[in-house]
């Protein structure tokens, strides 16, 4: 009986990191399925929240290992909430933290810089380098006016000095953003879709020629799959079944209890 105490004891350390990868996968379904609901794209939501397209879909396909600490997830969580209506605050608050990073920080030395990866630290750096951009441009734009004001000078030869440096600065900033062109090139023609289960139903999926999934999904799962040429869905539920086709509002197969079979082939290449 000690040694099972013991055991147990051990357990919710463990299973924290699959706690939070459980509840990003739930709450990822929630916020995918709202979204369909309400008619809206990827391509909206980030401009709604400004966050890139590659964090928002790791959000919905529940992929934790291409988003950064938590900490940070559950602020971008709690954005694409606000985005669709819901609280924010109340809604990402339920992503699990793990309070061990806090302790580590009040007993270590180690910088809270030291914690973020390479490719966070390269999104930092631009978000300060567009603060900084932004910033001076005021600056200068407010010098200019009050020197033209006070000196009596034509405003357009204090600007012709500064403003092409700027704009320069602020054209290699709008290249930055490489993860949407990525994303864009890794899709190339590949069809994807989007399962969610209304109901517990039996599934196959089967992508170019080969059987990714077979079995019985319960109620509320969210499953996406990728093909390079084909999907085949299979269930024996289609009323039971929403199926969106790469990322377009999502339908039900057709209707409850009864058999259906859908095959999506990608786009030919051009």
């Given at each position: 009986?000690k040694?099972l105490?013991k055991?147990?004891?051990h357990?919710p350390s463990?299973?924290l990191e ?6 990003l996968?739930?709450m990822g379904a ?6 369909q ?6 391509e909206?939501?980030?401009a709604?929240t ?6 928002l879909q790791?959000i919905e396909e529940?992929n934790l290992n ?5 900490v940070?997830i ?7 909430a ?11 608050g339920?992503?699990?933290?793990s ?5 580590r920080?009040g007993?270590g030395n180690?910088?809270?810089l030291?914690q973020?990866?390479?490719i966070?630290?390269?999104f930092?750096?631009i ?6 951009v932004?910033g ?8 200019v006016?009050?020197a033209?004001n006070?000196q009596?000078?034509p405003?357009i030869?204090?600007k012709s000095?500064?403003?092409?440096e700027?704009a ?7 290249v930055?953003?490489?993860?949407d ?11 994807q879709?989007?399962v969610t289960?209304?109901a517990?139903?039996?599934?196959r999926?089967?992508a ?7 079995g019985t999904l319960?109620?509320?799962t969210?499953?996406i799959?990728?093909?390079?040429e084909?999907l ?8 039971g ?7 377009e ?14 095959r999506?082939?990608a786009?030919p290449k051009?």
């Open positions: 009986m040694w105490r055991k147990n004891n357990q463990i299973s699959q706690q939070r990868a459980e509840k996968a739930e929630q916020l995918w399925a709202l979204r609901e309400q008619g809206l794209s990827l909206q939501m980030v709604l400004r966050i890139p397209k590659r964090l790791a529940g291409d988003l950064p600490e938590p940070y559950q602020g971008l969580i709690r954005q694409f606000d985005a669709l209506g819901l609280n924010g605050v109340e809604f990402s339920t992503f699990p933290i309070s061990a990073q806090v302790n920080q007993m180690t910088s809270p030291d973020l990866r390479p966070h630290l390269y930092l750096y978000l300060l380098i567009v603060c900084s932004n001076l441009s005021q600056l200068l734009n407010s010098a006016l009050q033209s006070s009596n000078q405003y030869k204090r000095a500064v403003k092409p700027v320069q600065l602020k054209d290699s900033l709008k930055q953003p490489v993860s062109t990525l994303s864009g090139e890794q899709q190339g023609q590949v069809v879709i989007g289960l209304k517990s139903s039996w599934i999926v089967v170019d020629g080969k059987t990714e999934f077979e319960p109620e509320g969210h499953r799959w990728k093909a390079q084909q085949t869905v299979k269930t024996d539920n289609a009323g079944v929403l199926m969106s086709v790469n990322q509002k999502a339908k039900e197969m057709g209707e409850p209890g009864k058999e259906e079979e859908v999506i082939a786009k051009f």
